[in-house]
């Protein structure tokens, strides 16, 4: 059921001519937007259109057909090489959709947006992140072959399928692309095929300036199977689509190794000035060498946007190619449901990310007045989890053992001969391994997410978060569910240093729209966290996990609370807070010690443990005022990082204790005195605060 080449190409002039009108399409939407990339999107027609009508199985009827195979624009900057085949296949997009390219409200926005435009499986402009969104899918489907259909034959599981994506020069430089490519050839993705459009041309016009490696053997050592097709190889520039087919056809042929095609091309031809230039790479021809060009193509160079009826025909009739590979697919997946119907109701299930009735008994309920990390806590979620949750797998950047992020008793997903001792596997296993690769793993992830409905994590430090930073921003922007296990969430990791303390990372990572930050005050708050980031099926979300020991709180282990985002932990003794102490996290201890000391003091002090501020300030103003009364001003906010956004919650009269610089390398505890987070210090901030509200009238001395 892998990808149904047409066995025999038959390469009409039709079929030219439609090509021909791609270049010219190409030209006309980035004329008339003002801007835009047409040079890639001409010289990649040919190998775009023959993808599209004789390679790709797919069904423009039913974009979300499970059995089609995944395309990914990893070079989003050339989305009209996406946006015109979806024009030309039947998905929907007009030729007025691709004369609103880059406008507002358009379905052709400047980089290709999942979830925007029917036919776009995944939101690529970043370079390098495509690639690793087409791992992340080829690793998903052997993934959910395994869970849903292990036994069937090679290609004839209704869940065998392949991914292709076409990448550029930027692509390949970017040093994702080396983490992911890398990750492919170990994992032997043999579903993965990826058209490298080696144009030598960036923005920087010729990438000899900064490119002389031999990207083929490059992949070559990677363990890819690698194939070049040359159109310069005679001396001069001839589109050879039959040798280019037969590149698709040993692509899709091998099973045991991903693939790349590495296709020579000349950027922006046959424009007769601006081809093989950075000047036709990221900007408009202009209207002389669009008419120069059009003369060329032998099309009408006072016309645009002219797309003939007949070419339009020829196009969609891949249409009715694809609606007969569906129906012989559909035929093969009733089998399969009838033949497995417990396997089917788990699919039916997991595709719809609907979790399974009562799951969240599994979830451990932790001692109140034991002590444990939350990274630990976490580990135990997940094994406990195991079992009735079989659609979430992840692993760490080799870091499981200080994230744990492994369930035990999962094998590892991983080919049978790289299985190691401590790690035992196969290639339907669960346990994800991505070596010392975090921006890799944040693509692979998002591409895991995008495929079929599996929930992936993965883990790394808290510090090292910056290197995902990017595959993080594109997993908020397209709503993906993906989890983030980022331990060692602060100087509490100690003798490490500042090189490993995060500090403005908390606040940094908040500021990103739709990614939820959770930092868990102990165990029960990190296992309410855990079914609260599950339960939400739209957006990413981090857990900040810490290396050290805290205490189980007695106030900790109601789920439903802690989803608030922000509650009230323990309350003053009165009833009626003088002052409120906002704490997260680890400092949340500080924070139960500083309204200990408070009370003794007579100063009535509620806590109020604020684990994700995402998830609180979701709430409705009743609850939010419930908790932090407007009428109680005097507050703090603490927490091991830079203060930023706490300003918010405490108000101008109220106060942070924070870190406002790096850490250094000691034991924890010891920096935290030398820090000044400490309760004596937390306590006197409250009274501070009281001070500004003019509570703190003093006493009477007397004469």
Not at 32 to 42: C, F, L, R, Y
Not at 88 to 93: F, I, K
Not at 145 to 170: K, N, Q, T
Not at 670 to 686: D, H, I, N
């Amino acid at each position: 059921m892998s990808s149904e080449l047409v066995p025999d190409l038959e390469w009409s002039d039709l079929d030219r001519r439609t090509v021909d009108v791609i270049r010219a399409l190409s030209m006309d939407a980035v004329e008339k937007a003002g801007s835009g990339h047409p040079g890639t999107a001409m010289s990649l027609a040919p190998a775009a259109y023959l993808l599209f009508q004789r390679v790709l199985r797919h069904d423009p009827t039913d974009p979300a057909w499970v059995g089609r195979d995944r395309f990914v624009l990893s070079a989003g900057h050339s989305s009209l090489t996406l946006y015109i085949q979806l024009f030309l296949s039947g998905y929907g997009l007009t030729l007025d959709d691709l004369a609103s390219l880059r406008q507002w409200g358009s379905l052709t926005p400047g980089h290709p947006e999942h979830g925007h435009t029917l036919g776009v499986e995944t939101t690529t402009g970043p370079l390098g992140q495509g690639i690793g969104n087409a791992v992340g899918m080829a690793m998903a489907q052997r993934r959910e072959r395994g869970l849903f259909d292990p036994d069937a034959a090679p290609g004839e599981s209704p869940f065998d399928h392949r991914v292709w994506c076409i990448a550029s020069d930027g692509d390949i430089e970017e040093g994702i692309s080396h983490e992911v490519s890398s990750i492919a050839g170990h994992q032997k993705l043999g579903n993965l095929n990826v058209i490298y459009d080696a144009n030598h041309i960036s923005i920087e016009d010729d990438t000899a300036i900064a490119l002389s490696e031999d990207v083929a053997k490059r992949y070559e050592a990677y363990g890819w199977h690698v194939i070049s097709v040359d159109w310069t190889e005679t001396g001069e520039y001839v589109e050879n689509v039959e040798k280019l087919y037969e590149a698709y056809r040993a692509a899709a042929a091998e099973t045991e190794r991903p693939t790349l095609i590495k296709l020579r091309t000349i950027i922006g031809w046959p424009a007769p000035n601006k081809q093989n230039t950075g000047k036709i790479h990221g900007s408009a021809l202009g209207a002389d060498e669009v008419a120069a060009t059009k003369e060329i193509l032998g099309l009408d160079p006072s016309k645009s946007f002219i797309a003939p009826d007949d070419v339009v025909a020829h196009a969609r009739e891949v249409a009715e190619r694809g609606r007969a590979l569906h129906a012989k697919w559909n035929e093969t997946f009733d089998e399969w449901r009838s033949e497995y119907p417990e396997n089917a109701e788990l699919f039916d299930r997991v595709i719809v990310r609907k979790l399974p009735a009562g799951w969240e008994e599994a979830l451990p309920v932790f001692e109140a007045g034991k002590s444990m990390a939350t990274r630990k806590a976490s580990g135990t979620v997940l094994t406990a989890l195991a079992p009735v949750l079989p659609e979430l797998w992840g692993g760490s950047a080799d870091l499981a053992e200080s994230n744990n992020t492994t369930m035990e008793g999962e094998p590892s997903f991983i080919p049978e001969e790289y299985q190691t001792k401590a790690f035992p596997g196969n290639r339907y296993g669960r346990t994800l391994h991505f070596g010392i690769r975090e921006h890799g793993m944040g693509s692979i992830l998002n591409g895991i997410a995008l495929h079929n409905g599996t929930r992936p994590y993965g883990g790394t430090f808290l510090v090292f978060s910056d290197y995902m930073r990017p595959a993080v921003r594109l997993a908020a922007l397209m709503g993906l569910p993906v989890t983030y296990i980022w331990t060692h969430d602060s100087i509490g990791l100690g003798e490490d240093g500042p090189t490993h303390q995060p500090v403005e990372h908390l606040w940094a990572l908040r500021a990103i729209p739709g990614l939820d930050v959770v930092r868990p005050a102990d165990a029960n708050e990190t296992s309410a966290a855990w079914k609260a980031v599950l339960e939400h099926t739209d957006r990413p979300a981090a857990l900040a996990l810490t290396r050290q020991n805290l205490p189980v709180y007695e106030g900790s282990s109601d789920f439903e609370k802690v989803a608030k985002g922000g509650y009230i932990l323990e309350e003053a003794s009165t009833g009626q807070p003088a002052v409120v102490i906002i704490g997260t996290g680890s400092e949340v201890e500080l924070a139960v010690d500083a309204r200990r000391i408070l009370e003794d003091e007579g100063i009535p002090a509620r806590v109020v443990s604020m684990p994700c501020v995402e998830w609180f300030n979701a709430q409705d103003d009743a609850y939010k005022q419930l908790v932090l009364p407007p009428s109680v001003r005097a507050r703090v906010a603490v927490e091991a990082g830079i203060a930023l956004g706490w300003r918010e919650f405490v108000g101008e009269e109220g106060e942070v204790v924070s870190l406002e610089h790096f850490g250094a390398s000691a034991p924890y505890k010891t920096l935290y005195e030398q820090f000044g987070l400490t309760a004596e210090r937390v306590a006197a901030a409250a009274k501070g605060s009281l001070a500004r509200t003019g509570a703190d009238q003093g006493h009477t001395t007397g004469n």
